[in-house]
Each structure stands twice: as structure tokens, then as C-alpha cells.
């Protein structure tokens, strides 16, 4: 496990780190210039699992078309207001109490359709393939692609995710590969072949080059 510091003290208390990262790092430095930069400002920090299903997507739905450090924000206010963000706290919370945390009405059903399925549901996700996961996740109400995308990538830290439709990594491609210029999703797409098949964290260091913080979900 990669040295801790304290920049990422917050992010790896009681996590995983995935094995396959630094071989990921290598590969990366060695395939793109851009990257090896990148990757070289961050030495010591690294992708890891909370290792809770419901944490995971729960963030991501908090997440969901808004900046890392608002949802930080609204997730600190939600810790305060159930104490853990757990389904039957959740489910058992006043709508009212959890609009106060700054979440939309639209927000607060997804969470609650979330812990229902988490009540009633033990999902083995584990052993289903990447598309497999989406097709289930997207079938719950308040997950879509890109909320899938973050479970795949934070919670079961498979290895060749690229969510292309996430602002950030729209943001970073265009900051580091075209001058700031907007690119096209195409384009994108096809720039991201050349890190297969480690996207998660290349995903993961664009991320990290534009935010104070690690991104979590």
C-alpha cells in the first residue's frame, strides 16, 4: 500500500487501495506524457474503496450535477442529520429534515428509492461484468449511467471505467490535452484508448489535477 499523506489521510481511512495501481501508474507514465505529469505531482495518493455498496452510490446520488467540494458539503450536513448514512436512516427520516442538508426534493426520493432497494435487496455485484452492474444499477430509480460509472469505479474499483458524460474529466481532457478548448466526446473517447486498460485511474488523476480534494463516491 502506497505511503499515506496527509493530503489523502481523509480519503484511505478504513478503504482499499486497488492492486493493480501501481503497475496502472507505470503503464500510464510510460503510454502518455500528459499523464506521467500529472500522475508525478500526486506521488502516494490513490483510488480507494469505502467498501459499502449503499455509501457509494448514496454519494454519487448526492454528487449528482454538482461540484466536489457542494456535495462534500451537503454529504457533512446529511452525517449530521441521521447520523450515518445508512438505509434505514434514511428511510426513516423526515423529508423535510433532509431537504434542510441542501438536497433537491428530487434528491430525497432517489435516496429513499435507494435504501428501499437496500432494504428488501443483497445484490452480488461483485460477480457480474461491468455492463452487467449498469444494466442493474440503472434500473433503480435516481441511478443512471453516471452514477453506475462511480460505483464501478469507487466501490468495486474496476480497473477500465471512462466516464466520458462527467463534467470533471470533460473539464480536465479539455484543460491538459486541448488548450481548454472544448473537444468532442468522440474525440475524447478515442483519446482514451491509448490508457485501456487502466481508464479508472487515468480517470482518477484528471480528476485529481483539478480538485483541492480526492474525489469520492
Known amino acids: 500500500m502506497p505511503k499515506k499523506t496527509k493530503t489523502l489521510e481523509v480519503a484511505v481511512v478504513n478503504t482499499n487501495i486497488p492492486d493493480y495501481w501501481d503497475k496502472a501508474k507505470k503503464f500510464l507514465i510510460k503510454n502518455d506524457p500528459v499523464l506521467a505529469r500529472i500522475i508525478k505531482q500526486y506521488k502516494g495518493e490513490a483510488l480507494a474503496s469505502r467498501g459499502s455498496a449503499f455509501f457509494s452510490l448514496a454519494r454519487a446520488i448526492v454528487g ?8 462534500q458539503t451537503v454529504w457533512n450536513r446529511l452525517l449530521m442529520a ?4 445508512l438505509p434505514q436512516n434514511i428511510l426513516h427520516a423526515d423529508t423535510d429534515l433532509l431537504r434542510t442538508c441542501g438536497l433537491s426534493a428530487r434528491k430525497v426520493i432517489y435516496l429513499k428509492e435507494l435504501s428501499q432497494f437496500f432494504a428488501t435487496t ?3 455485484w461483485h460477480l457480474k461484468n461491468d455492463q452487467e452492474v449498469i444494466k442493474d444499477l440503472v434500473s433503480i430509480k435516481g441511478i443512471g449511467k453516471w452514477s453506475a460509472e462511480m460505483f ?3 466501490h468495486l474499483l474496476r480497473p477500465d471505467v471512462f ?3 462527467d463534467i470533471g474529466v470533460q473539464r480536465a481532457i479539455e484543460k491538459h490535452y ?3 478548448k472544448k473537444m468532442p466526446l468522440s ?3 478515442t483519446l482514451s484508448e491509448k490508457w485501456k486498460p487502466y481508464r479508472t485511474v487515468a480517470t482518477w488523476y484528471l480528476w485529481r489535477s483539478l480538485d483541492p480534494v480526492p474525489v469520492e463516491y
Do not use: D
Open 64 to 71: 449528482q450535477q454538482i461540484s466536489v467540494k457542494a456535495a
Open 82 to 85: 441521521v447520523s450515518e448514512v
Open 122 to 124: 443483497n445484490p452480488e
Open 152 to 154: 464501478l469505479i469507487f
Open 163 to 165: 466516464p466520458v458524460a
Open 178 to 180: 486541448n488548450h481548454g
Open 187 to 189: 474525440e475524447m473517447t
